[in-house]
């Protein structure tokens, strides 16, 4: 079987990693500070805060920008569940907003029109790791007073206009979780240009405690703190960040890498008439965390059955994203009842494997399959 997504990890990783729990120093430490550092400067971030998870990272950011009950954050249906349990999760109340139909990400257009006397925030999506159209975000809010959160969980080391996401200004959260660019297990990190933001932040992430772990080990005694308001426990571990210091010395060739495969599925799609590859604007790099194929309008076949058949053929894709306003009851009477674009993108689109360490062998079965598969399916 082929493999869909797979982390890629060699024995500098497991080194580091035997070097932490020689240490003695294991939860959240130097690693944790040393990887925060790394993935600041290669986005061109001012802070990183990494934490847990990119759910416990948007939770941060929403309680940074101070957003609440009474709030309504605008938000796409086209994405992972996370995105929508953190605004959940403080208490505001999301508004689903239709996408792009070729770039799959929030459409501004749409999200103008959901606006509200009551709309706070836009959290906007780099699906699949290629970017938003974010100067039409950028432009919405500050028209209309409104904060942007912008969730990279995909998208680390993609560019807009020449510029690293989660550089351009605005509170942007990242993933480590295998199926993304760089895999800690688990993990996440809040980047923010504000150092008022990025205390909170920290503090926030280490249930409240005006004084750091680190700081209070590093006075060797007594040092108490107080909480100036209720946090959480979103710490990420220095065995997770031993993980992420040795990963981001591979980010370039892992972006290469993916970039490289991506190319060489474009140029086979160009003779599948079928299928249709991502469309990526001049204006932006993809990350490809996952490559996102489209049935043709010309296409006759159903999809789930080129599905099925490639995984008896051993090829792991997947359907694509599954919109959350289906499966999320979410009461307001706000609430749009469809979203014809993410329905339509949700039906027709599917994920083939991308990773770095994906043979060239395995990437032309692929291929082949896709071939074979859909000739089944006529
Ligand atoms: C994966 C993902 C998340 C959740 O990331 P976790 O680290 O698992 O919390 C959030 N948003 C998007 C868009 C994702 O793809």
Same mark, same amino acid.
């Given at each position: 079987m082929i493999p869909f997504a797979k982390p890629f990890y060699t024995s500098a990783e497991e080194e580091l990693v035997t070097k932490v729990i020689r240490s003695g120093w294991v939860s959240q430490g130097e690693r944790v500070e040393q990887f925060e550092g790394r993935i600041a400067d290669f986005v061109g971030a001012r802070h990183a805060i990494a934490t847990n998870s990119c759910t416990s990272a948007l939770i941060l950011a929403l309680r940074v920008l101070d957003i609440g009950v009474g709030d309504e954050v605008l938000c796409p249906s086209f994405t992972c569940i996370a995105?929508?349990?953190?605004? !959940?999760?403080?208490?505001?109340?999301?508004?689903?907003?239709?996408?792009?139909?070729?770039?799959?990400?929030i459409d501004p257009e749409v999200a103008r029109r959901a606006l509200s006397a009551r709309t706070r925030a836009i959290v906007a999506v780099d699906q699949v790791g290629l970017p938003a159209e974010w100067d039409s975000l950028n432009a919405l809010a500050d028209q209309y007073g409104l904060e942007l959160i912008e969730d990279? /969980?995909?998208?680390?080391?993609? =560019? %807009?206009r020449g510029r690293k996401l989660g550089s351009l200004g605005w509170p942007t959260t990242l +993933?480590?979780?295998? *199926?993304?660019?760089?895999?800690?297990?688990?993990?996440? #990190? @809040?980047? &923010? =240009? +504000?150092d008022e933001f990025a205390d909170r932040a920290r503090r926030l992430?280490?249930?409240?405690?005006? !004084?750091s772990d680190v700081v209070r080990h590093r006075s060797g005694g007594f040092v108490s703190t107080?909480?100036?308001?209720?946090? %959480?426990?979103?710490? #990420?571990?220095?065995?997770?960040?031993?993980?992420? !210091?040795?990963?981001t010395t591979r980010l370039p060739s892992?972006?290469? =890498? $993916? *970039?490289?495969?991506?190319?060489?599925?474009? =140029?086979?799609?160009? +003779?599948?008439?079928? @299928?249709?590859?991502? &469309?990526?604007?001049?204006? #932006?790099?993809? /990350? %490809?965390?996952s490559y996102m194929v489209r049935m043709s309008a010309v296409s006759r076949v159903d999809?789930?059955? @080129?599905? $099925?058949?490639? !995984?008896? $053929?051993? &090829?792991?894709? $997947? +359907?694509?994203?599954a919109p959350l306003h289906w499966n999320v009851s979410l009461g307001s009477s706000r609430q749009p009842s469809s979203l014809p674009v993410t329905e339509e993108a949700s039906r027709q689109t599917f994920f083939l494997p991308i990773y770095p360490g994906l043979s060239a062998d395995d990437q032309s079965e692929v291929v082949r399959a896709l071939k074979a598969c859909l000739h089944d399916c006529h």
């Open positions: 995105t929508i349990n953190a605004i !959940v999760a403080v208490k505001a109340q999301p508004i689903f907003v239709d996408i792009d139909p070729v770039t799959y990400n990279a /969980a995909c998208a680390l080391g993609a =560019e %807009y +993933s480590f979780h295998p *199926r993304k660019i760089l895999s800690t297990g688990e993990g996440g #990190m @809040l980047l &923010v =240009e +504000s992430r280490s249930h409240g405690a005006a !004084v107080d909480y100036p308001e209720p946090g %959480y426990n979103f710490r #990420m571990t220095d065995l997770q960040a031993a993980l992420g !210091v040795v990963q892992f972006l290469q =890498e $993916r *970039r490289r495969q991506a190319g060489v599925y474009d =140029e086979a799609l160009k +003779s599948i008439p079928d @299928l249709c590859a991502p &469309v990526v604007p001049a204006h #932006m790099s993809h /990350a %490809y965390q999809r789930d059955c @080129l599905i $099925r058949k490639l !995984v008896v $053929r051993g &090829v792991a894709c $997947r +359907s694509g994203i």
